[in-house]
């Protein structure tokens, strides 16, 4: 809703109805009555209380008039040759070849566009939001910048003299940022922006007439451009063409409610115009200003605000564009764009390119095992902490679409590469397969597992896990022999498939929640980035036979239920693995073959393992009759240790 501005002088002791007839009146358009409400009572009055009513207004006006619905002027470069390389390199927001590209954090895929495109917070492409810290910490996409160095050098140039330019304007050298903007102006003579910045340059050096000019050329190339409207109204304001300064900076405001500036001039115009009866000459100096002079001059100021908008919205109405020729060097060869694509950690054309903050590009899947154990840029060293606490990591459309465009080859070769890696990781079958090893304990099928993973080699699995979509692994225990020589791991584990969505500390952690899985047997070790492998061969239970059915219904009914008493017994003390192996499960129906057999039996082996009762030898058992039997003993004892307790703490 809109709001009166909280600094609102010298209305704060009218009454809250008049301050409504303003806002309405304002919204109606008309700037006349809007304006004599501000003024307060009186036939004469002095200037400062002139000048507050004059501020007062400025700031409604640019709140409550109607805003016009004003298309976005963009720029429609046309090549001499080369239109797809045009198109690929073309800003999805202002529509020219892309300038100081600046490739965005969005979460999926990765827009990459001008860097004064981008400032407005967020993306102009998906609408992502992005901080204005993020915006002014990140560098130019190298990778990008250097392909349009190669493919546009005439343009890169043009914009290298525009940039050298705003450089001498910032550092006081007025007259040379004037030679580099007319330097680049003679190779490209329809430059709005170039136009727009000699003519604040020639401000600075106090020629108005010739700052005009350039204001003039810039409205006339881009009529619905705010910053060539207030150019010219700075530059009117100085050769004293009070009238016609007020007309651009009314249009200015009429295009762009949010530049400052505009306002400021607004009120500094507006004192002049309404107080000079109109006339735009100024009056001499005087500390009274009369009600009468300034309702003459307000009739003049309505039907310039009127024309303004009617002018403007007619132009809206007119479908517009700057059309640019360009010369795109078509010679270029491809190794030369093999070697600016590349991704310097795999020497392979970049795939799904990540550009963080630092504006170097790799390969997604890299650039993932280089930030698992060091958050730094591979090339420029540059700490990526936070972009890496972002969990963004959206790939490059532009850098993807460039490798499509000039080595069709080499990126469809990179795709079946980066298939069959995928396909390395989720092979699962009743073969020997390869499987990625976490090593850490023993687990159990159908029982959940709860991991906290700061180790960066486990991250990178954990990562590859989730990326290729099989959300698995294996879970081997660690065997204290790997220090004399001896195996690493358990020659038996289970995997684990990931259940939820993974959650990321801003140090790199993660926190992965699983589930047991089938189990197997190592057949051979192996490394991979880091981590350990094995080929493993999967394990499955025998079928009960049929003559053996009875009986080993009768033994599991027989042990569940000294199980379940037990369970019962230790309740209290039984919470902890409830919250981590979920509850007790059901008695399983043995008529059903599963390769795994009884969930039950695993709840039971996780407890028991957890109370320091050697269990591993269980998962590499296939005869489910002597599962259960495993825990005949161990829960008999149980139960009677527990009973000996309760009547010691009797006694």
Request: charged content about 25%; hydrophobic content about 40%; aromatic content about 10%.
């Amino acid at each position: 809703m809109l709001a009166f501005p909280a600094s609102f002088s010298t209305m704060d002791s009218r009454s809250s109805v008049t301050k409504l007839e303003l806002k309405r009146l304002l919204m109606m358009g008309n700037v006349k009555d809007a304006f004599l409400l501000t003024l307060p009572d009186g036939d004469v009055f002095s200037e400062s209380v002139f000048e507050d009513a004059i501020e007062n207004f400025v700031r409604c006006f640019v709140i409550f008039y109607p805003r016009l619905d004003l298309p976005t002027l963009k720029s429609v470069p046309i090549a001499v040759s080369g239109d797809a390389v045009v198109d690929l390199f073309s800003c999805r927001a202002c529509g020219k070849i892309v300038e100081d590209p600046l490739t965005l954090p969005c979460p999926e895929v990765s827009h990459t566009v001008c860097r004064g495109c981008a400032a407005a917070g967020s993306c102009p492409v998906c609408e992502h939001r992005v901080p204005a810290t993020s915006l002014s910490d990140r560098k130019t996409t190298f990778a990008i910048q250097r392909l349009l160095e190669a493919l546009f050098p005439e343009q890169v140039a043009i914009y290298g003299m525009r940039k050298d330019g705003n450089r001498l304007l910032k550092a006081g050298d007025f007259a040379g940022a004037v030679d580099k903007y007319s330097a680049a102006l003679e190779k490209d003579g329809k430059d709005a922006v170039l136009f727009s910045n000699r003519s604040h340059a020639f401000l600075l050096l106090k020629e108005p007439t010739r700052a005009l000019a350039d204001a003039a050329q810039a409205v006339s190339l881009e009529p619905l451009w705010a910053k060539a409207y207030f150019r010219k109204a700075g530059a009117l304001f100085e050769t004293g063409d009070i009238v016609g300064s007020l007309n651009s900076v009314v249009r200015v405001l009429l295009i762009d409610r949010d530049v400052q500036a505009a306002r400021d001039l607004l009120v500094k115009l507006l004192f002049k115009f309404l107080h000079s009866s109109g006339g735009g000459a100024g009056l001499p100096a005087v500390e009274a200003v009369r009600h009468s002079e300034v309702i003459v001059a307000l009739d003049r100021f309505g039907e310039l605000v009127e024309q303004c908008r009617r002018s403007l919205q007619d132009l809206g109405a007119i479908e517009r564009s700057v059309v640019t020729k360009l010369v795109v060097r078509m010679d270029i060869s491809s190794e030369k764009v093999e070697e600016l694509l590349t991704c310097t950690l795999c020497y392979r054309i970049l795939y799904q390119a990540v550009t963080p903050d630092c504006g170097h590009s790799f390969c997604k899947t890299c650039l993932h095992r280089v930030l698992d154990f060091k958050p730094r840029c591979p090339e420029c060293r540059q700490d990526l902490s936070s972009f890496l606490a972002t969990r963004i990591f959206g790939w490059s459309e532009m850098i993807d679409k460039c490798s499509m465009l000039f080595l069709p080859q080499r990126y469809e070769e990179r795709i079946r590469e980066h298939a069959a890696e995928i396909r390395s990781l989720t092979a699962l079958s009743d073969d020997e397969v390869e499987v990625a090893i976490f090593v850490l304990t023993t687990v159990w099928p159908g029982i959940p597992f709860f991991l906290n993973v700061f180790e960066p080699r486990y991250r990178l699995m954990i990562r590859q896990a989730t990326e290729s979509g099989s959300n698995l692994f294996g879970m081997c225990e660690y065997t204290e022999n790997r220090l004399t020589g001896g195996a690493p791991f358990a020659g038996v584990g289970t995997m684990l498939k990931i259940t939820q969505e993974v959650e990321y500390s801003e140090d790199g952690r993660c926190f992965v929640q699983t589930i047991g899985q089938r189990r197997f047997t190592v057949l051979s070790r192996g490394m991979r980035d880091g981590y350990h492998t094995a080929k493993v061969k999967f394990i499955k239970d025998s079928p009960i036979a049929a003559e053996r059915l009875s009986a080993a219904i009768a033994l599991q009914d027989e042990i569940y239920s000294k199980v379940h008493a037990w369970v019962h017994l230790r309740q209290h003390d039984m919470r902890t693995f409830f919250e981590h192996y979920g509850p007790f499960p059901d008695k399983a129906d043995l008529t059903v073959y599963t390769v795994d057999g009884p969930t039950w039996i695993w709840w039971t082996a996780a407890v028991a393992s957890t109370l320091g009762v050697q269990t591993a030898d269980t998962l590499a058992e296939t005869n489910v009759e002597t599962r259960i039997r495993y825990f005949d003993d161990f829960v008999t004892s149980e139960i009677i240790l527990h009973r000996i307790n309760a009547l010691h703490d009797f006694a």
